[in-house]
């Protein structure tokens, strides 16, 4: 049998309820959150003083839901979450300015999904800056996004102001996650190129936010000679015009003197006098970090190299036509 304490803290628990509620009308989710943080924190007190164990939080959610029927998120699994939630981040000025910005299952998938501190905070800053739905916030964390963001190999420090420099660098990822592309004939670049427009969507998405799409192989005129880009966007961001190129084997030298090329096209023939300097992104099935050094040293426009990863089938597939020539 629970004794009268317990009551009591049944009573403070449902005036809990009852301020939120009021206050809900003028910002639902933080106040959510926070008081889902508060009942959180409320059962670890619980807990800790009078010695009760996990089952306690059955006979707590009986109770609460006894008196608030129509309320949802009351269940005994979601005050688990709620414990947990408190007992992981401590700091109620924390869950204010981060935690409660976000959906209250988006904390619960951060709290399943990941174990480190940093990156939960990583990943609330992202869900807050590019407004994530709990299903793409799922796929961010599944693909790693927090690793593979900045890790590219760029000459931006040698080649832009910094903290522009420093953004920049920030934006690109290496590898690059395509395995939301279904090819059925051959693999090749201008393959790649069409599947990547024909899900435009999942590439915007995964290149991040800030960038919008311009075209595919859009054309550059220099002494009556026409050149395509396989891929340009504009960085809002950044202010930049962003060229990708597409390669569908490893990363060569020459591959970065025709980006050099393109870049400076670009910029004097092409961008806005308000423009920052366009950049410049070589895309490739992988890369030598020691010969991708090589070639960009000396490069005066800004540039980088990322990899790029395919579905395991697709993978497979063009591990095939590499060995057999077809």
């Not at 309820?17 to 206050?23: E, G, H, L, T």
């Not at 590219?152 to 395995?179: Q, R, V």
């Not at 991708?292 to 579905?311: C, F, H, K, M, N």
């Not at 089938?313 to 063009?318: M, Q, R, V």
Request: net charge positive; hydrophobic share 40%; aromatic share 10%.
């Amino acid at each position: 049998m629970l004794d009268v304490s317990y009551q009591n803290h049944i009573t403070e628990l449902k005036a809990e309820i009852m301020r939120a509620r009021v206050k809900a009308a003028l910002s639902v989710n933080r106040e959510l959150v926070l008081l889902y943080w508060r009942i959180g924190q409320k059962i670890l007190e619980m807990q800790e003083k009078e010695g009760w164990g996990a089952k306690v939080i059955e006979q707590i959610s009986k109770d609460l839901r006894k008196d608030f029927p129509e309320m949802r998120g009351l269940s005994a699994r979601n005050l688990k979450y709620m414990r947990t939630f408190s007992a992981t981040y401590s700091d109620v000025k924390f869950v204010q300015q981060a935690a409660a910005q976000i959906p209250w299952f988006h904390n619960c998938l951060l709290l399943d999904k990941l174990k480190r501190e940093k990156e939960r905070i990583w990943y609330i800053q992202k869900t807050i800056e590019n407004g994530w739905s709990r299903n793409v916030l799922s796929m961010q964390i599944e693909t790693n996004l927090y690793a593979r963001q900045g890790q590219a190999i760029t000459n931006f420090k040698e080649t832009l102001p910094a903290p522009h420099s420093d953004l920049a660098h920030e934006i690109i990822k290496n590898p690059y996650n395509f395995e939301f592309l279904s090819i059925d004939n051959k693999i090749t670049e201008r393959n790649i190129e069409k599947a990547l427009v024909d899900h435009i969507r999942d590439f915007m998405l995964e290149l991040g936010k800030g960038f919008a799409f311009v075209g595919s192989q859009y054309p550059l005129k220099l002494g009556g000679e026409s050149y395509f880009l396989d891929l340009l966007f504009y960085n809002t961001k950044l202010k930049a015009y962003t060229i990708i190129e597409l390669k569908s084997g490893p990363f060569k030298p020459e591959y970065a003197g025709k980006m050099n090329f393109y870049l400076n096209v670009m910029d004097k023939e092409v961008k806005d006098k308000e423009d920052n300097p366009t950049m410049g992104i070589i895309l490739c099935r992988d890369n030598n970090h020691i010969t991708v050094r090589y070639a960009i040293d000396g490069i005066q426009r800004p540039l980088g190299v990322s990899e790029y990863t395919l579905s395991q089938a697709l993978e497979e597939k063009l591990k095939c036509i590499n060995q057999h020539g077809t």
